[in-house]
């Protein structure tokens, strides 16, 4: 009786044991998991560096557009500098001949 006892917890061990250890077919799935994560990993890597030279890309553009706008700007105000200069110098030039309009005029 004993030995039978002792037979079948044996058994029941040994059952368990092969049931609770990995099969071929388990570290093979395990494997196949693990190199599609890896390959997922390396495709958002990938993506990311896309990513990371396309925002560079827009960030250099940007940059020139505001030089541009800046040069423009200065352009502008020049133009406008330019501009109120003449603008004073036909006033003067306007004050001038009234002057000597009203002065041939007394004559």
């Not at 990995?22 to 190199?35: G, P, S, W």
């Not at 105000?77 to 004073?88: M, S």
Request: glycine share 2%; proline share 0%.
């Amino acid at each position: 009786m004993k030995k039978m006892i002792l037979g079948l917890c044996m058994t029941t061990v040994l059952a368990i044991g092969i049931a609770g250890c990995a099969t071929q077919k388990d570290l093979e799935a395990v494997q196949a998991r693990e190199k599609a994560i890896a390959a997922q990993a390396d495709q958002a890597a990938q993506d990311a560096e896309n990513a990371k030279m396309a925002a560079d890309e827009a960030i250099a553009k940007a940059n020139e557009a505001l030089a541009r706008a800046e040069e423009a700007e200065q352009r502008a105000n020049e133009r406008e500098r330019i501009a109120a200069e003449k603008e004073r110098m036909a006033e003067e030039k306007a004050k001038a001949a009234d002057e000597m309009f009203k002065k041939s005029m007394k004559k």
